[in-house]
């Protein structure tokens, strides 16, 4: 409920930007940080991306807020966006994210300093071009040395909060997040099939410059409202921003005490992974082969049975199909 006042205040009207109602966005996040004893200031510069499959460039004001820790072996970032689509009211896209990480930050303040480092980047421009992100990863000294970042993001209005993208060699990440969120909903198969499709959020910034790890989550159903007037708080569920919001407190608390130097880094190959009955199963993407060639025998052996025990071969080939 704290976390859905942020995502109303956020989500009042369209603000794209560049728009007098971004700056207003711009200056409740500043003000809420401010009310919390956060420091807090804003990055003016100029990004420039070709992600969307032309340059583009767009004057950003990213918020950057940081929470010192108590002997950090690295950086946490936590990532949303606060611009809109130009029709949208962006309560889900990206005002879940916004108010995701408003509300962490608040419930990180009131507990002991975390051991490493964490900052919180409000970006501008994404639904642009990406150029507030880009702005950070290339420019800002925060950025400088890398990290684990956590983008939060929205495609829709309902539905679980999916962790859907990971950098590469994300064996260890996928543990951490295996261990910490109360709530897991992830699968290898989305993370490869997002791969291969001509999508980009403000993670891929984070993810191409070579020196962050890190994990994307989204919800995703309810996909009608997506950069359209309906994006707005009273389409949106708050079961999936209480889920959102959960599992992003959680993972920040678990990353904020882990070493994040080791995490950062690649950690070999892809972890296969996926949900059953709320816990996540997964192994060494190296298993995969030898899993499948398994599982073939294991027809073949059956078939071989079922071929003795009568069955025609028609109806054998149909069921092997």
Do not use: K
């Not at 480092?117 to 642009?128: G, K, M, P, S």
């Not at 993972?251 to 996926?274: E, H, K, N, Q």
């Amino acid at each position: 409920e704290r976390a859905r006042i942020h995502q109303e205040r956020v989500s009042t009207r369209p603000h794209p930007t560049g728009s007098p109602a971004a700056a207003e966005v711009r200056r409740y996040i500043l003000d809420e940080l401010a009310a919390a004893g956060i420091d807090t200031r804003v990055q003016d510069a100029v990004g420039s991306t070709d992600a969307l499959g032309a340059v583009a460039l767009a004057r950003v004001r990213n918020v950057i807020a940081r929470l010192p820790g108590a002997g950090s072996s690295g950086t946490l970032f936590l990532v949303a966006h606060y611009d809109s689509a130009t029709i949208s009211h962006g309560a889900g896209d990206d005002g879940a994210g916004v108010a995701t990480l408003l509300e962490t930050a608040r419930a990180l303040r009131s507990g002991p300093a975390p051991r490493n480092d964490v900052v919180l980047v409000f970006t501008d421009a994404e639904e642009a071009c990406l150029c507030g992100a880009e702005a950070f990863v290339s420019q800002d000294p925060a950025a400088a040395a890398g990290g684990v970042v956590l983008n939060f993001e929205s495609r829709g209005s309902s539905g679980p909060a999916i962790m859907f993208e990971t950098s590469r060699g994300n064996g260890d990440l996928v543990a951490a997040y295996a261990r910490a969120a109360p709530r897991p909903v992830a699968t290898s198969f989305a993370v490869e099939v997002y791969r291969l499709l001509p999508n980009d959020t403000d993670f891929s910034p984070f993810r191409d410059a070579g020196r962050f790890g890190g994990l994307n989550t989204a919800y995703i159903d309810g996909s009608a409202a997506y950069h359209q007037p309906q994006d707005d708080v009273a389409h949106q569920s708050i079961s999936s921003l209480q889920h959102l919001g959960t599992n992003a407190l959680a993972m920040t608390r678990a990353l904020a005490d882990a070493d994040i130097a080791t995490l950062a880094r690649p950690s070999g190959t892809d972890a296969t992974y996926f949900p059953v009955l709320g816990r996540m199963i997964r192994y060494p993407g190296g298993f995969v082969w030898p899993i499948a060639l398994l599982a073939l025998l294991v027809v073949a052996v059956a078939a071989v049975l079922l071929r003795r025990a009568g069955t025609g071969a028609p109806r054998l080939l149909g069921a092997i199909a």
